[in-house]
C-alpha cells in the first residue's frame, strides 16, 4: 500500500500519476529542476512542491532513460524513498547503469506506462491518462518484492494493467511498437519541407495520421532513441528492405508498360496485403495493446471453503461464480481457478488475488503478469 509518493520530474506522465495519486489519497510529493514546472503542477493538484520531511514509500524518476540511473543514485543517496521506478520508456540501458551505480539497487524496478499524448508538460497531464493502458514493469535480478509490490499499488491506483517483462523483450517491442513509428513519423513530416508549394493545401486525414505523432519533444526523443538504439536500427534495417524491394518494384512498374514484369505489381500488392494482416494483430478494441477480453488462472488449496473465499475477495471486481472455471492442478494437489474478465479489469484482479496470498498469473498473449514470475528474481 501507498500512503507517501514523490515525483521526480513533473511532466505529461509525472504530472498524470501524481493526479491519479492524489486524487486517491496519497500524499504526493513534487521535485523538478525547472520550478515553473513544479508549481504549475501543484497548481493542478498534483502534490505539495518540494522534498517530503522523511523518506516516502515510493518514488518515480519521471526522467529520461540516459537519467535514470543518475537520479535514482542521487536520491537514493539523500533516502528520498524507501522505494524506487521510473518511467522511462527504455529499460535494458537503465537497468544496467542502474545494477552497476546504484547503492541499493533492490529497491528500485523498472516501469514504462504505455500512455500519452501528442502534447508534453504538465498542462498536457491528465488524471485518467493511464486508465485501462498497460503499464510494463521489468524487474532486474536484484529487485526485491517490496519495490514490486509498491510498483504493482502504483499501477492499481492509476487503473493500469501491470505486465510484468524483461527489460531486453521489453525494449525489442517498444523499438517495433513505439520508436520506429515515431522516426517514420518525423521522417515523413520532414519531406514535408520540400514538397511542391500547393502540398500543404492538399494535406488530409491520411497525412495527418501519419504524422501525428512527429511533434514529440526532439531532445526527449534523440534520447529514447539512443539508449534503445540497436533495436531501433534492427526494425528499421528490416524496413529498409521492404522499403528497397518496394521501389525497385515501383520503378519498373513507371518505366514502358511492354517491358514491366509481372513480379513488380505482385511485390505492390503483397507489401498491401502484408500491411492489412499487421494491422488486424492491433484490433481498434484493444486497450493500451491489450486484449478486451482476457482471464486470470488463480491456483488454489483443494479445500472446503477455498473457492467461496476467492470469489468473495473478487465480487467487487465484478466477479461471479458464471465468470469461473475450475480444474483439477496438473501441476499439483490444488485447483486452478480460471476467470475470465474484460482487460480492464483483469490487472486490478491479479493485483488483489496475489495480495490475498494465491498465486495467479494472466492468460493469453506474450505479455503476462505471472504471480510467481513477479516473486522470482530474474
Known amino acids: 500500500m501507498i500512503r507517501t509518493l514523490a515525483v521526480v520530474g513533473t511532466g505529461l506522465i509525472g504530472t498524470s500519476l501524481a493526479l491519479a495519486a492524489a486524487r486517491q489519497g496519497v500524499t504526493v510529493y513534487l ?10 503542477a501543484a497548481a493542478l493538484g498534483a502534490g505539495i512542491p518540494g522534498p517530503p520531511p522523511g523518506p516516502v514509500d515510493l518514488a518515480v524518476l519521471a526522467v529520461p532513460p540516459s537519467q535514470v540511473a543518475a537520479v535514482l543514485a542521487q536520491q537514493q543517496t539523500r533516502g528520498l524513498a524507501r522505494t524506487y521506478t521510473d518511467v522511462a520508456s527504455v529499460k535494458s540501458e537503465p537497468e544496467q547503469a542502474v545494477l552497476a551505480g546504484a547503492p541499493d539497487p533492490t ?3 523498472g516501469g514504462h506506462p504505455l500512455a500519452g499524448r501528442e502534447r508534453s508538460g504538465p498542462l498536457a497531464a491528465r488524471a485518467d491518462l493511464f486508465q485501462d493502458r498497460a503499464w ?15 510498483a504493482l499499488s502504483l499501477i492499481a491506483l492509476c487503473g493500469a494493467v501491470p505486465v510484468v517483462m524483461r527489460s531486453k523483450a521489453h525494449d525489442d517491442a517498444v523499438a517495433l511498437t513505439s520508436h520506429v513509428p515515431h522516426v517514420v513519423a518525423s521522417l515523413m513530416a520532414a519531406r514535408l519541407r520540400n514538397g511542391p508549394p500547393q502540398a500543404p493545401r492538399l494535406a488530409g486525414q491520411g497525412l495527418r495520421d501519419v504524422t501525428r505523432i512527429a511533434g514529440g519533444d526532439s531532445r526527449l526523443w534523440s534520447d529514447i532513441l539512443q539508449a534503445n538504439a540497436g533495436a531501433v536500427a534492427g526494425v528499421l534495417t528490416d524496413l529498409q528492405a521492404d522499403l528497397g524491394e518496394l521501389v525497385t518494384a515501383l520503378r519498373d512498374l513507371a518505366g514502358p508498360a511492354h517491358r514491366r514484369s509481372p513480379q513488380s505489381l505482385r511485390t505492390v500488392v503483397d507489401l498491401l496485403d502484408r500491411g492489412i494482416a499487421g494491422l488486424d494483430e492491433v484490433s481498434a478494441d484493444r486497450a493500451g495493446g491489450l486484449p478486451r477480453s482476457a482471464s486470470v488462472r488463480v491456483r488454489i488449496a483443494d479445500r472446503p471453503g477455498e473457492l467461496a473465499r476467492l470469489l468473495d475477495a473478487t465480487a467487487d ?12 492442478d496438473a501441476e499439483a494437489s490444488d485447483l486452478s481457478v480460471r476467470l475470465a474478465v474484460p482487460a480492464a479489469v483483469a490487472g486490478r484482479l491479479l493485483v488483489r488475488v496475489t495480495a490475498e496470498g494465491w498465486d495467479a498469473d494472466r492468460e493469453g498473449g506474450d505479455l503476462a503478469l505471472t504471480g510467481q514470475e513477479a516473486g522470482r528474481r530474474p
Do not use: K
Request: zero cysteines; hydrophobic letters at 35%; proline letters at 8%.
Open 31 to 40: 521535485q523538478d529542476r525547472d520550478a515553473a514546472a513544479v508549481r504549475t
Open 136 to 150: 510494463v514493469l521489468t524487474p532486474s535480478r536484484l529487485t526485491s518484492r517490496t519495490a514490486l509490490d509498491r
Open 107 to 109: 529497491r528500485y524496478i
Open 317 to 328: 471486481l465484478g466477479v461471479g461464480p458464471e465468470d469461473a472455471e475450475v480444474r483439477p
